[in-house]
């Protein structure tokens, strides 16, 4: 009899004042992991990402909600999807877990963002979570990415960076030989370290493009073709950025290898992306408007 009124009560409480509640709730129960991935977001470039995804989340949604989902759905099956984040909290922070700190970081933010996401289902309903299906996955990128993938993120972009920076060599006309990550031009050995790799940036990169996608174009195959070349255009602007500091190191001042468009110089070159990206998707979305706008044929009458 008690467990029906405390329901009872419960309903009569507005969605969102029981949503408020159960984040209130997450917060307290993750307040050491939401901590330590803050701080390796404050701290470590590899992670700068994570400080937009709530902010970005929240505007996404205030900006669609427009008073719908404003009915209590109280949506039960919502509630296992709690019950599970819970447990893989539990069994991440307290069980016999094997895997290193990182790994076991990632898995309880995993853990938080499935409680923020069966606290929506279980306060708005499901046809909520249809409209606002995006930015609410959005909040993966919540989760600290495991050292063992970034490290192997880094590989890759350290490979494909020496590759697209050789390219533009020979094309300029620049005689270029490359040992792995080591390029050798005329007067210069340029070795594409980890740190050269420009992870923060691609990954900045990818979420900005996620967001830009979402919000400007409406077709998901044309969402999906802006994401994917995310991938060579981030190799492609640290190819441009090796081969410009290259150039005007050996055509110009060698003080161009330690000076600040080496070290702070990213900031450049990840603004010539995102203008690519924009042109990108101003192509996409007058594609979008011509399909739209054109009427249709209607077969003539005898």
């Not at 330590?36 to 470039?45: Q, R």
């Not at 993120?153 to 080591?182: C, H």
């Not at 468009?261 to 998707?281: D, Y």
Request: include cysteine; glycine fraction near 8%.
């Amino acid at each position: 009899m008690e467990s029906l009124r405390g329901v009872a009560k419960v309903r009569k409480l507005p969605p969102a004042a029981i949503f408020a509640i159960l984040c209130g709730v997450s917060f307290l129960l993750w307040f050491r992991p939401l901590l330590h991935t803050f701080a390796l977001a404050m701290n470590d470039d590899k992670y700068t990402h994570i400080l937009l995804i709530i902010p970005v989340t929240a505007a996404m949604i205030l900006q669609d909600w427009r008073g719908r989902g404003q009915e209590s759905a109280l949506w039960a099956p919502s509630v296992g999807l709690l019950g599970i984040s819970l447990l893989v909290a539990g069994w991440a922070r307290w069980g016999n877990f094997d895997g290193g700190s990182d790994v076991k970081l990632a898995i309880e933010m995993m853990g938080l963002v499935a409680w923020w996401l069966g606290s929506f289902v279980f306060c708005f309903g499901l046809h909520s979570l249809r409209l606002f299906l995006f930015p609410l996955l959005f909040l993966f990128w919540m989760v600290p990415i495991p050292s063992f993938a970034v490290d192997q993120i880094v590989a890759e972009l350290q490979r494909g960076s020496a590759v697209a920076a050789q390219f533009l060599f020979s094309m300029f006309g620049v005689p270029v030989s490359r040992d792995g990550t080591i390029l050798l031009i005329p007067g210069l050995s340029i070795e594409v370290a980890a740190e050269c790799s420009s992870i923060r940036s691609s990954l900045m990169l990818l979420v900005t493009t996620m967001v830009l996608a979402h919000v400007i174009l409406r077709s998901p195959w044309r969402k999906a073709l802006v994401i994917a070349s995310v991938v060579p255009l981030s190799v492609l602007k640290n190819g441009l950025r090796i081969f410009t500091i290259g150039m005007l190191s050996t055509r110009v001042d060698r003080s161009f290898l330690t000076g600040r468009l080496h070290h702070n110089g990213g900031i450049v070159f990840f603004l010539i992306a995102l203008s690519v990206i924009f042109l990108l998707l101003w192509i996409l979305r007058r594609g979008e408007r011509v399909v739209t706008s054109t009427p249709e044929l209607n077969p003539a009458r005898p």
